[in-house]
């Protein structure tokens, strides 16, 4: 009777730990140093950041791709690898993630650590710690995050509903909002846009269509901006399509800092979605904090990352950790 009443103390201890260790919602929680001791004697993390750091040394754009990536991984669905699958009908396939880059690198990453230890490291988490880590290469701050995600096993194009260059601050915010991010933290965000580039297709309708205008040009873009855009990097010209602009100024676009924010309010921003964060009385005043406080972006955009980190995400015993991150097990 003793020994049964200690059986079932203890397995009530157990379930009880098991409850706390699966958070109310039935799965596990994410954790800091998920992968400690997890990975016949590897560090995972000093893994995934060597290799982004080897990346970034010979191809800087990856600091822009893995943002972007990061972005359009978890705004569908979540943050659970499902953008990687290869395949027809896929995530990847849809037309706004047909220019997105960086796939290379996380498939590098998980082959190394298929290598050290099978089966363990899933390709969500991998996106998040490498970007992480592409962030504080090129210039931004060195941050936290929690792991432990697991990979979805679904994966469909006509899922993803991506926010439009077009979109006002209204819109953007209230995008944003339903994944429970604040207006403070979608500007930060768009802040990403303080790397890489764009191409001119995306931008000709403010050069050459404005407001559904035959030959008008946005008057909220800065004109010597304007001049330079038409006459130089975007012609007017079926064959300029391709060609990119940087988002941010040249010379800061491979930087993780605030000039984006600065660009703003000299109406210097590349995608109409960036400059109504400012034209917008409701953002202004987040651009305006943000483009005359330097160092408050770089301190702070880690922590609309991490939002952006968890969304959604699976855990325990949810999905999967894939064997190679383009397709299901
Ligand atoms: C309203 C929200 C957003 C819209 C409409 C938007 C739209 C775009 C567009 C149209 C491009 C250029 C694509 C191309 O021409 O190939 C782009 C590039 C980029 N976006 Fe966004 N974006 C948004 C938010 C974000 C967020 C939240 C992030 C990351 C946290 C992000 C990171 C990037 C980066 C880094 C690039 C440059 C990519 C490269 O150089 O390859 N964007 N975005």
């Known amino acids: 009777m003793a020994s049964a009443a200690r059986n079932g103390a203890a397995a009530l201890m157990v379930m009880t730990v098991a409850v706390l260790a699966l958070g109310t919602g039935g799965s596990a929680q994410l954790q800091y140093g998920f992968y400690k001791g997890k990975c016949n004697g590897s560090d995972v993390e000093a893994v995934v950041q ?23 991984e978890c705004v569908i669905n979540g943050c659970d690898g499902g953008l990687l699958i290869d395949g027809p009908g896929t995530e990847k396939t849809a037309p706004p993630n ?95 846009h303080t790397v890489g580039a764009t191409h001119c297709s995306v931008i000709k309708p403010r050069l050459y269509s404005y407001g559904g205008k035959v030959g008008a ?30 988002l941010d100024d040249q010379w800061s676009a491979g930087k993780v800092d605030n000039h984006y924010y600065r660009n703003l309010q000299l109406r210097r921003g590349v995608l109409p979605c960036d400059q109504n964060l400012y034209n917008d009385g409701s953002t202004r005043w987040i651009v305006d904090l943000l483009a005359n406080n330097t160092g408050l972006f770089t301190s702070l955009f880690p922590q609309a990352l991490i939002k952006l980190s968890e969304v959604n995400v699976l855990t325990g015993t949810q999905g999967e950790i894939r064997k190679v991150c383009n397709k299901f097990n």
């Open 217 to 246: 040009t946005d008057p909220g873009m800065d004109p010597s901006y304007a001049f330079v855009y038409k006459n130089y990097v975007c012609p007017n010209v079926a064959a300029s399509d391709n060609n990119l602009v940087f």
């Open 50 to 72: 060597g290799i982004v750091k080897t990346w970034f040394q010979r191809q800087n754009p990856i600091v822009a791709y893995l943002l972007r990536m990061q972005f359009h």
């Open 98 to 192: 047909l220019s997105v880059k960086g796939y290379d690198v996380i498939a590098a990453i998980k082959a190394e650590l298929e290598r050290r230890c099978p089966g363990v490291v899933s390709c969500s988490d991998i996106q998040i710690l490498a970007t992480r880590d592409a962030v504080a290469l090129g210039g931004g701050a060195a941050y936290s995050v929690r792991t432990g995600r697991r990979d979805r096993r679904r994966s469909t194009a006509s899922d993803v509903k991506l926010p439009a260059p077009e979109y006002t601050a209204q819109q953007t915010t209230a995008y944003y909002g339903r994944l429970g991010l604040s207006a403070f933290d979608t500007v930060l965000l768009l802040g990403a």
